[in-house]
Structures are given as structure tokens and as C-alpha cells.
T-cell receptor, first 116, second 113 residues
Framework: AQSVTQLDSQVPVFEEAPVELRCNYS??????LFWYVQYPNQGLQLLLK??????LVKGINGFEAEFNKSQTSFHLRKPSVHISDTAEYFC??????????????FGAGTRLAVHP | DGGITQSPKYLFRKEGQNVTLSCEQN?????MYWYRQDPGQGLRLIYY???????QKGDIAEGYSVSREKKESFPLTVTSAQKNPTAFYLC????????????FGNGTRLTVT
């Protein structure tokens, strides 16, 4: 069965410091990978996605992620965070199956807290 | 602008009452989903629908029911059989292709006392 593990439940960081939010997945087939951000009492907003091609994916708000097939990882990074990046971040995997339903599996989330 | 509208944003009910959460989308997406979010547990799939008049159970369907009579609408009923209904409920939609991301509404926070 496919699963997604976000290795840190909380990540505190100072403003303007770099940050990495870690995500590992388990799947024996091709996957599509996503990172979402959730601000308090709101829905999820797509940050970036990996479908194929270049393993380094750039998203909104200065975030990027690198797909590593051998390590089954899809870590999210930002070189310099802002207070406004304080939110919860979810990694998700969608298994590519031709036809039929493709389930989106979410990790438990990582709460990023940016301090001044 | 296209999007997903969930209403109401906050909902309070007494134990033993059924309650229906609304979800409407104008993105012309075929597929719609309901997720439940609890602190520290991520999102868990309750029901999904790939096409009008068809829907399937997700991982935690017990105590919930849905209908999909129109492409734009996918209401979720939380029944009195749901043992722990207090949670944040998120509706989402997507095109049917597997590489399409989900678009989410802003959620409904249900509190049952």
C-alpha cells in the first residue's frame, strides 16, 4: 500500500533562514507528487507538483522541491523564509493508473513556524 | 473567478442530529471529494465521486452519506451514526486525469456537542 511520511511534525525557524520540510513516500509504481500549504482555517492551496521530467520543481512563493526516485523522497525547500510562510504543509502522492480512480494520499502535515 | 464554495464556514449541532455540509464548484470538474481533517492526522478521504450519479466510499465513510445529482454539487451528510463528528471538513474537485491536482474549498468546521 502506498503511504506518505512527513518526517517532522513541527519545524521552527527564524525569519530569513533556509528551511527544508521532508517527505518520503512508498510506492512500487509511478507517482505524481504534490506539496500543498494550508493557512489557519482555510483550505489547501497547491504549492508545486512533480509529474515527470526535471527532478527540481519550482512552485509559488519561492518554494521548490526535489524528486529523488532512489530515496523515494520529495523534500520541500525555501532559501529564505518570511513570517508569512507560517502555515501547515502537506505532502501528497497520487498513483498514476490509466483509467479508474487515482487516490491522493496525504502525509500528516508539517507545521512551519517562522519566528522574527 | 472559478472555485469551490463550502458553506457554512462554522456549524454547530447537538449530538444525535444529522447535518448536511454544502459544496459547490464552478470549475467544470468531473471529480469531487470530501476529506476530514483532524489535528496531527492529515486528511482522510470520506467519499469521492468521479461522475454525476456515482460515488464511492473512501477510507472513513462510516456515519457519512453523499449525493451527486449535479456536476457542480456534492453535499455531505454527517449522520448521528458518526461517533466522533467534530472536525474540519474539506471539499475538493479535480479533472479526472491522474496528474491533475485537487482544488480545495475553504472548509467547514463542524462542532457537535
Amino acid at each position: 500500500a502506498q503511504s506518505v511520511t512527513q518526517l517532522d511534525s513541527q519545524v521552527p525557524v527564524f525569519e530569513e533562514a533556509p528551511v527544508e520540510l521532508r517527505c518520503n513516500y512508498s510506492s512500487s509504481v509511478s507517482v505524481y507528487l504534490f506539496w500543498y500549504v494550508q493557512y489557519p482555517n482555510q483550505g489547501l492551496q497547491l504549492l508545486l507538483k512533480y509529474l515527470s521530467g526535471s527532478t527540481l520543481v519550482k512552485g509559488i512563493n519561492g518554494f521548490e522541491a526535489e524528486f529523488n526516485k532512489s530515496q523515494t523522497s520529495f523534500h520541500l525547500r525555501k532559501p529564505s523564509v518570511h513570517i508569512s510562510d507560517t502555515a501547515e504543509y502537506f505532502c501528497a502522492v497520487r498513483v498514476g493508473v490509466s483509467g479508474g480512480y487515482n487516490k491522493l494520499i496525504f502525509g500528516a502535515g508539517t507545521r512551519l513556524a517562522v519566528h522574527p | 473567478d472559478g472555485g469551490i464554495t463550502q458553506s457554512p464556514k462554522y456549524l454547530f449541532r447537538k449530538e444525535g442530529q444529522n447535518v448536511t455540509l454544502s459544496c459547490e464548484q464552478n470549475l467544470n470538474h468531473d471529480a469531487m471529494y470530501w476529506y476530514r481533517q483532524d489535528p496531527g492526522q492529515g486528511l482522510r478521504l470520506i467519499y469521492y465521486s468521479q461522475i454525476v450519479n456515482d460515488f464511492q466510499k473512501g477510507d472513513i465513510a462510516e456515519g457519512y452519506s453523499v449525493s451527486r445529482e449535479k456536476k457542480e454539487s456534492f453535499p455531505l451528510t454527517v449522520t448521528s451514526a458518526q461517533k466522533n463528528p467534530t472536525a474540519f471538513y474539506l471539499c475538493a474537485s479535480s479533472p479526472r486525469s491522474p496528474n491533475s491536482p485537487l482544488h480545495f474549498g475553504n472548509g467547514t468546521r463542524l462542532t457537535v456537542t
